[in-house]
């Protein structure tokens, strides 16, 4: 029998030779092995130690990582029936071995043991932090509650989860249950006509084969229409119906997601005093960057007072453009995104399609790679290793005396049975096994148009940015010089804190020096016109301000709902409901309908992991754009300022706090200065 190639450690993942047969037995073998390793620490007589208890968990840990990495990801880049089945049969087995892992009281007193050992005592600072992380986790899942509280907290646990699936769910069923029928076409001018052609098909498709053509609340219908319908009615309509979806105003009574939200905030509020903390909020910032509720309510204060002039001045600008140029002198919800396409496309007059031309994927690629290889003294060269498709291409990174740092894979193109989206993930995690140093090794995901007719591929700007961004998360991975699993890399950073290496990156693409050097015309090679340049720049801030605001509203909302808000009654607001029109009164300046239930929709806070989270889009934001503030003051391709961000950022990864890592690169606590000044947000003096 050949060995499995999934089991085979000694270098790179081999994706010439991995199969879908190899999984399941691949998956059962190791954990086997992973579940005897704890047994074996759990039982083990000796004193708690690094090397009794934190090495052979990483060991057997970063085995199944890897295995299962290289399995996930290929569900997502070459999907096929089989391997889908394969990845959800076995997902349940690693899910079951995680979660038994996280409460596993015997590993919770051995690392409780080591925490408090002479030992712990002399340990490096990431060696410190790895355990800290560990024993927070446990605390965090319950581990330290007495027996009657742990079984309620786990039954909390299961019924927020059940309510999050049934929030989503009615979401859904409600979006999907929507639809209007439109038999005649004047009635949808200024909708564009692949919107349209999808229309008339949907209508085509009904059981009763009706006429015209079915608009929908989905995103791909929806959008369109409230920024291009010239019909103020049919967007008044669509409107509504969506800002109604899944509440006590929509279509029918089992979709109200009104006793879901409120039985969620109880169940929250309690598991978070089942473990001392007085809200939702502080259970939630426990592993986050940001201490406390009262710096995060400061944070979106003063961002807020900042922001909301330019706010005002936006809206003030949009509705006197409505008034004057598309007749709609009472300004309504349902104009905004209409309005805003009119002004858009009134003052910055380009097409997406001639600048991408200008952006031909190796004058892309090699910008990005002399960009970092000159402010951070690297050196990427391709390689050669097996992939899973003959596009995926392999580099290595090295330092200038050409040792070798870290590796990625590169799969650029979209194509069918691939996942939709950008991302980073980790293959190989950096860390020290004994004497061999394992280096870290990377998959950057996108998905662009591939070359056609034998002309390069070409991105468009925000593409550029996009993979400006994965690259960023990718230098976090790569460019680590930690050796302890779970805080090397990406691994272990604040959840708050982890889009700034990537979103830093983001910078870049909007600077003449950087982007001068990476265009040149498919056709003619010609540079991108300065002039073309300064138009895209100046549509960058378009509605900054109104754009802020209303992230500030979410994130206020979301961070009152989960502390001051009492989930049993009482107090200043007597519904979410309540809450959510006091804060738009403070910050938002656009008017809402009285109808308008979005709470009810509002799924990052309900069904994803936003929960007192949200601010952290804004958070990070600061972040990047202050710690890209000193590139700009040193130069932006100061290899002084690269080397700094290297240094303190990226080599550090989760193996100290991020503040501590930002104030050592920038020299003081984050502002907000720098990011009000690049979203065109300052008063003149
Ligand atoms: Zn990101």
Redesign the pocket.
């Known amino acids: 029998m050949t060995p499995n190639p999934l089991l085979d450690f000694s270098g790179l993942p081999r994706f010439d030779a991995i199969r879908t047969p190899h999984v399941s037995p691949a998956v059962d073998d190791l954990l086997v092995e992973a579940r005897a390793t704890v047994e074996r620490v759990a039982a083990d007589s000796r004193p708690a130690s690094w090397a009794t208890v934190v090495e052979p968990l990483a060991e057997t840990l970063d085995r199944l990582d890897r295995a299962w990495g290289a399995v996930r990801h290929l569900n997502a880049v070459v999907s096929t029936p089989d391997l889908r089945q394969a990845y959800h049969d076995n997902l349940t087995k690693v899910t079951a071995f995680h979660t038994d892992l996280a409460q596993d009281m015997r590993l919770f007193d051995r690392y409780r043991a080591l925490a408090a050992s002479p030992e712990y005592a002399a340990l490096d600072g990431a060696r410190k932090k790895a355990i800290d992380n560990e024993l927070r986790d446990f605390r965090l899942g319950g581990a330290e509650l007495p027996d009657e509280k742990k079984a309620r907290f786990k039954a909390v646990q299961e019924e927020l989860a059940n309510l999050s699936a049934k929030f989503d769910d009615n979401v859904l069923d409600a979006t999907n249950d929507w639809a209007l029928f439109v038999e005649g076409e004047p009635e949808l001018a200024g909708i564009p006509a692949d919107v349209l052609a999808e229309a008339r098909a949907g209508a085509e498709a009904e059981a009763d084969g009706k006429r015209g053509w079915k608009l929908t609340l989905r995103m791909p219908c929806y959008l369109p229409v409230m920024q291009y319908a010239d019909n103020r009615e049919l967007r008044a309509a669509l409107h509504r119906a969506y800002v109604t979806r899944a509440s006590e105003l929509g279509a029918r009574p089992e979709w109200d997601n009104t006793p879901v939200i409120a039985r969620l905030l109880v169940l929250r509020r309690e598991a978070a005093e089942l473990l001392g903390y007085p809200n939702y909020a502080e259970y939630s910032l426990v592993p986050k960057m940001a201490k406390n509720t009262e710096e995060v309510m400061t944070f979106l204060n003063d961002l807020g007072r900042r922001v909301k002039p330019f706010a005002e001045r936006d809206y003030a600008e949009l509705t006197a453009f409505a008034r004057d140029d598309l007749a709609l002198a009472e300004f309504t919800p349902w104009d905004l995104a209409y309005a805003s396409e009119k002004l858009k496309a009134k003052r910055y007059a380009f097409s997406e399609q001639e600048i991408r031309h200008y952006f031909p994927e190796d004058k892309v690629l090699a910008g990005l790679y002399r960009l970092v290889e000159t402010i951070y003294g690297i050196t990427i060269r391709e390689a050669t290793a097996a992939t899973w498709h003959p596009t995926v291409r392999f580099f290595d990174i090295t330092d200038r005396d050409g040792t070798l740092i870290g590796q990625f894979y590169l799969d650029m193109y979209a194509r069918e049975h691939k996942q939709g989206g950008a991302w980073m993930d980790d293959a190989i995690n950096r860390r020290r096994a004994g004497a061999r140093l394992q280096h870290p090794v990377a998959f950057l995901t996108c998905n662009l148009s591939p070359p056609v007719d034998g002309k390069p591929a070409t991105f468009t700007h925000d593409e550029v940015i996009t993979i400006f ?1 994965e690259f960023g ?1 990718g230098l976090h991975q790569l460019l680590t010089r930690v050796e302890v699993a779970g805080v090397s890399g990406i691994q272990g950073v604040e959840w708050d804190a982890v ?1 700034l290496p ?1 979103q830093i990156m983001e910078n870049f693409c909007w600077e003449w020096d950087v982007i001068s050097h990476m265009t040149a015309h498919v056709d003619t090679g010609a540079p991108l016109p300065r002039e073309l340049f300064d138009k895209l720049l100046a549509a960058k801030n378009f509605q900054s301000g109104m754009q802020t605001v209303r992230q500030l509203e979410f994130a206020l909302f979301d961070m009152l709902l989960h502390s001051a808000w009492d989930p049993h009654g009482g107090g200043e607001w007597p519904t979410p409901q309540a809450l959510a029109e006091a804060v738009r009164r403070e910050i938002a300046v656009v008017p809402r309908a009285p109808y308008d239930r979005a709470v009810q929709s509002f799924g990052h806070i309900f069904a994803g992991g936003y929960a007192a989270g949200y601010y952290s889009y804004k958070w990070a934001e600061v972040l990047s754009a202050d710690a890209y503030s000193l590139f700009e003051e040193q130069g932006v391709l100061s290899p002084a300022a690269g080397a700094r961000f290297r240094d303190e950022v990226l080599a550090r990864g989760g193996s100290r706090p991020a503040i501590e890592s930002f104030v050592a690169f920038r020299g003081r606590p984050p502002q907000l200065d720098a990011l009000l000044r690049h979203n065109g947000m300052v008063i003149p003096a």
Request: hydrophobic fraction near 0%; aromatic fraction near 0%; charged fraction near 25%.
């Open positions: 961004h998360h889009e990537s």
